[in-house]
């Protein structure tokens, strides 16, 4: 684990630029890896120390019932050839001898003695005998003596040997009819009799018990355990011995048990690989499952901390994409968390930059038309100037006084209307000029309207776009009026740091689907005539003043216009113009 | 963060769920496994047990026997428990405890017949059972005090075998019926050869008494009075010491020759090796004398000059335990048993029918014939059926016996047996 650890640490390394993914993925294996790798090694030393104890304590409790079940077998086998030995003790039964018995006291006894020994049988006891020295016996009819050197035991029974000797585990093969290697397995029993006054001296008692079972349990442990079972009497004489060549080891886990009734030692030898195999196969499981755990969490914070890091590479992207100029750019806003937040305040702001920066070409645009329509007007003022004070002195000659007075009072408006030099001018110079196109107005069409003017002499010091007011008065007397008949009324009143304007006629009004279109921009293409002066003054107070402002035209067709005009009180500068260049 | 944080410890509970989850499976493996060793009861299919003595092919013949039957009536189950040598040890053990099988094969009437179902009502007037197709009298074997305790299934009379190869060897006529025991230890004098080890006749150095009563009988002796109260007079008769004193003799004189003691090899094995001319048993060695490739002649039993043969049966009967929880089925399995069908499987036994018997011809059959007229000749009641201190009487009268053929005077041996059993019969 380590390792892998230090690989990863490598490979990451070499690029000094860490994305916040490989970050995350990092912190996210270590955190999981430390409390996987510790659960895991402790899941397995405490499995392996309870399954190790448990096999060993399994171990030793199945030598332990090896012990048990061939020692009832070894005990029991003990006693049957015990209540035997202290019957043939009795000297009633002194008659019994190495020969057949032929007369009928004697057969009594013999067929006595035998339903003793047919009575010790049990399920178990393939054969009790008495074998006498002669080779006569007594038992069932289906030994044959001379086979019984056929026991290997038998044959190496020292003839010396006086009480018990056990014959170990082979294969029965001494009855009438046996053959001599098919047989079932036994374990047998002799006992040398030797009791100076009673019957039999010298005869051996031969019993014998099924040992399938006993060796199928052998078998059962030894496949069970893996372990290999040797049993060897006091002597060293090995009894059983677990098939297949084995060589014992000191490292081997050794369970050992003596059989009380005759010394037989059971030892059970398990090669120390085999012993620890069940941990060996705990850990590789854990390794196995950790391992599965670590790729798991791995993937899952690769899928987790991508999808947490794409949304943040995104913004990067969109940012870079404004900032080569592309403000159309939006990012996509996919969920209510922080990034969220960051993601609509980044589209926010563009958007904002976007307007700003919209508005500021708007403006641009317009002031170098402005201008370049200003340099077209500014062409020849003086040329018309001078004709118009050339017709005027004319006119005085001739006594035209009407003429000269007219050609006054346009002189006046035009030089308000021609000059340029100045964008803002105070509102009294602008009322000024209206008065001096309202005199034209009267000479043209006589005394036949009324105007009403309600402005207080503090406020005509406060700056208007110049030239605003006269086309809308032009309008009124053009559309308005018939033959120059009506009422206008212009009322300018401080409204908090606003100035507001009211200036209403009572001429035929503008018709409905008209008012509609007067103000939108797209207004200037239109032909005809009609609503350019709206256009431009409103044009003018945005410009000056800001989107906000300009123009506000209610009408009620045949009844009157009502323009009303809100703008910032400002003051001339000292210096000159506010808004001077 | 949060989101971090849940996740963390999603892994780590996966991963320990894992973990866990990996040593739980390895523990609970085990406890499945021994769990399902138990299972279904069979509580729908009724199950009989039938105890046999057989071993070997009679053996198989009966599990065939119960597997046609399992056939004929679905939903049984015959559990066939061949007891063989143990068939008394573990019978007794059964009613002991209560559990005998429901069925089982009987001879001793006398000793069992309390632990039995007494079967006259399932017997009589039953038309598929059909009494009177049985021979008669094999009823009364197992008949005790008016109460019918088995059916009789199977029945042997007991002949003698001879070889006939052996016979023509040494030029001797065949035996015919009608023979006596002075052609018979002449004929076995003839037929020895010591030198070929052969011998002329096989005597059992372990008789069974009852297997000798034949002889005993047909000297005009008997083991017991009729009312079966007396042995003195009878057991030590000069009839009966006489017909077993005939054995012994010819022991001694080495006509015969001891078979099936300790270190000898059975009669039967001897004679179907070729080295004992003539051997006296029921049917059950037949077969096996004719696998072995023997040419083999069967004779009824000599006679004593002037006296009539009388034969004995070994009878053996299906029997059911009181004890029993399916009388009726095991009923129709007795049934069943002693059906013809049944009857013509069973090849060791001696059909109980007499219309098998026709209907197979056996009684025409020279081989088979023999065992119809010892049939015939066997009408003397058997000692254990006339008392039931028999058991204890017999182990001294086998004792006798035994020492005869081992060369003790019968009459000595006799008197002495008779003196040991008077004790049992007070």
């Known amino acids: 684990m380590n390792d892998l650890l230090k690989r990863l640490r490598i490979r990451l390394q070499p690029s000094a630029y860490r994305s916040i993914r490989t970050k995350f993925l990092v912190s996210f294996l270590i955190v999981t890896i430390i409390p996987l790798l510790s659960l895991g090694a402790m899941s397995y030393y405490q499995s392996a120390k309870v399954i190790n104890s448990q096999f060993g304590k399994y171990g030793e409790n199945a030598v332990a019932q090896l012990e048990q079940q061939t020692s009832s077998y070894l005990n029991r086998m003990n006693q049957t050839t015990e209540t035997i030995y202290t019957y043939l003790l009795d000297p009633a039964w002194a008659d019994l001898g190495d020969q057949p018995p032929s007369t009928y006291s004697d057969i009594m006894d013999k067929n006595d003695l035998e339903s003793l020994l047919k009575a010790l049988k049990t399920d178990r006891t393939t054969g009790i005998y008495i074998i006498t020295r002669t080779g006569y016996y007594y038992g069932e009819n289906n030994l044959d003596v001379s086979k019984l050197t056929a026991i290997p035991a038998w044959h190496t029974m020292p003839d010396s040997q006086s009480g018990k000797y056990w014959l170990g585990f082979y294969p029965q093969s001494h009855g009438m009819n046996d053959t001599a290697d098919a047989g079932m397995p036994v374990l047998g029993l002799a006992v040398s009799i030797n009791n100076p006054y009673g019957a039999l001296k010298g005869s051996k008692i031969l019993i014998e018990e099924n040992a399938e079972e006993l060796l199928h349990m052998f078998k059962l442990f030894e496949n069970d355990t893996k372990a290999h079972l040797r049993i060897n009497d006091s002597s060293g004489r090995v009894i059983y011995e677990t098939a297949g060549a084995f060589a014992s080891q000191s490292s081997d886990i050794v369970w050992n048990k003596t059989i009380a009734v005759n010394g037989w030692n059971i030892e059970s030898r398990l090669p120390a690989a085999s012993f ?208 120059g008949q009506g009422e206008i009324g212009l009322t300018i009143r401080e409204a908090g740091n606003h100035l507001r304007l009211i200036l209403s006629d009572n001429g035929a009004g503008i018709p409905a689907a008209k008012l509609e279109r007067l103000l939108l ?61 | 963060m949060k989101k971090k944080l849940t996740f963390i410890l999603l892994t780590t509970v996966v991963s320990m769920a894992a973990l866990t989850a990996c040593g739980g499976n390895n523990e609970s493996s085990g406890g499945n496994s021994a769990q399902s060793a138990g299972g279904k009861g069979s509580a729908d299919v009724k199950k009989l047990r039938f105890a046999t003595w057989d071993t070997g092919d009679a053996l198989k013949i009966e599990q065939d026997i119960a597997k046609k039957f399992e056939a004929d009536h679905p939903g049984t189950q015959v559990q066939v428990e061949a007891y063989a040598d143990g068939f008394d040890q573990k019978l007794a053990a059964g009613f002991g405890a209560t559990n005998p099988p429901d069925v089982m094969y009987m001879w001793d009437f006398p000793t069992y017949h309390r632990s039995l179902e007494p079967l006259n009502s399932y017997a009589d007037g039953d038309k598929d059972l059909n009494k009177d197709d049985f021979y008669s009298g094999l009823f ?50 003839k037929l020895t050869d010591k030198s070929k080890k052969q011998y002329g006749f096989g005597v059992r150095a372990e008789n069974d008494t009852y297997d000798l009563q034949g002889f005993v009988w047909s000297n005009g002796g008997s083991y017991i009075s009729d009312d079966g109260k007396t042995i003195d007079g009878f057991m030590n008769s000069k009839e009966t010491a006489g017909a077993i004193q005939m054995f012994g003799d010819m022991l001694k004189n080495g006509s015969a020759v001891l078979t099936g003691g300790k270190g000898q090899q059975s009669g039967e094995d001897i004679f179907k090796g070729g080295k004992i001319a003539m051997w006296e048993s029921g049917i059950w060695p037949l077969e096996s004398f004719k696998q072995a490739g023997i040419d083999v002649g069967t004779v009824e039993m000599p006679a004593f000059p002037g006296k009539p043969v009388k034969g004995v049966v070994a009878e053996s009967a299906l029997s059911i335990a009181k004890d029993s929880k399916q009388k009726e089925l095991a009923w129709e399995f007795i049934k069943y048993y002693v059906s013809s069908e049944a009857i013509k499987m069973r090849v060791a036994d001696l059909p109980v029918r007499v219309s098998v018997v026709s209907e197979l011809k056996k009684d025409q059959d020279p081989l088979y014939k023999p065992y119809y007229t010892m049939l015939e000749r066997s009408d003397n009641t058997p000692a254990f059926l006339l008392n039931d201190k028999w058991n204890e009487v017999n182990r001294q009268l086998s004792a006798a016996v035994e020492a005869v053929v081992h060369g003790s005077n019968a009459q000595d041996a006799l008197n002495q047996a008779v003196k040991d059993s008077e004790r049992y019969l007070k």
């Open chain 1, 276 to 483: 620890y195999r069940s941990s060996g196969i705990i850990r590789s499981n854990t390794i196995i499952v950790a391992t599965a755990s670590c790729l798991l969490a791995f993937g899952l914070a690769y899928l987790f901390s991508s999808r947490f890091t794409v949304r943040i590479r995104r913004l990067r992207d969109a940012m870079q994409k404004v900032s080569f100029g592309k403000l159309h750019t939006r990012t996509q806003v996919e969920a209510k968390d922080e990034l969220g937040v960051l993601d609509i305040s980044f589209n926010n702001m563009v958007s904002g930059i976007q307007t700003l920066v919209g508005e500021i070409e708007q403006s641009e645009r317009l002031k170098k038309e402005a201008e370049l329509k200003a340099f077209h007007y500014q062409i020849n003022p003086h040329l018309l100037f001078n004709t118009l004070n050339s017709i005027q002195w004319k006119a005085r000659l001739q006594g035209a006084e009407d003429i000269r007075q007219m050609l006054y009072h346009l002189t006046k408006v035009l030089e308000g209307n021609l000059d340029i030099s100045q964008e803002m001018i105070p509102l009294g110079s602008e009322l000024k000029i209206i008065e001096h196109y309202l005199k034209v107005q009267e000479i043209r069409y006589g005394p036949v309207f009324t105007y009403k003017l309600e402005c207080e002499e503090q406020l005509k010091r406060y700056l208007i776009p110049r030239m605003t007011l006269q086309p809308l008065f032009e309008n009124i007397f053009f559309h308005g009026f018939e033959d």
């Open chain 1, 521 to 581: 921009p797209n207004t200037e293409k239109r032909k005809g005539r009609g609503g350019l002066g709206v256009q431009n003054a409103n044009q003018k107070f945005k410009l000056h003043f800001g989107p906000q402002f300009g123009l506000n035209v209610q009408s009620i067709h045949g009844e009157g216009t009502t323009i009303i005009i809100e703008w910032p009180k400002k003051e001339e500068n000292p210096h000159g113009n506010g808004n001077s260049d």
């Open chain 2, 140 to 189: 009364n074997y197992a008949t005790i005090e008016n109460n019918l305790y088995g059916i009789p299934a199977g029945f042997t009379t007991r002949v003698v075998y001879y070889n006939k190869k052996m016979f023509d060897d040494a030029g001797i006529a065949y035996p015919k019926d009608g023979w006596t025991w002075d052609d018979f230890q002449s004929a076995a004098q």
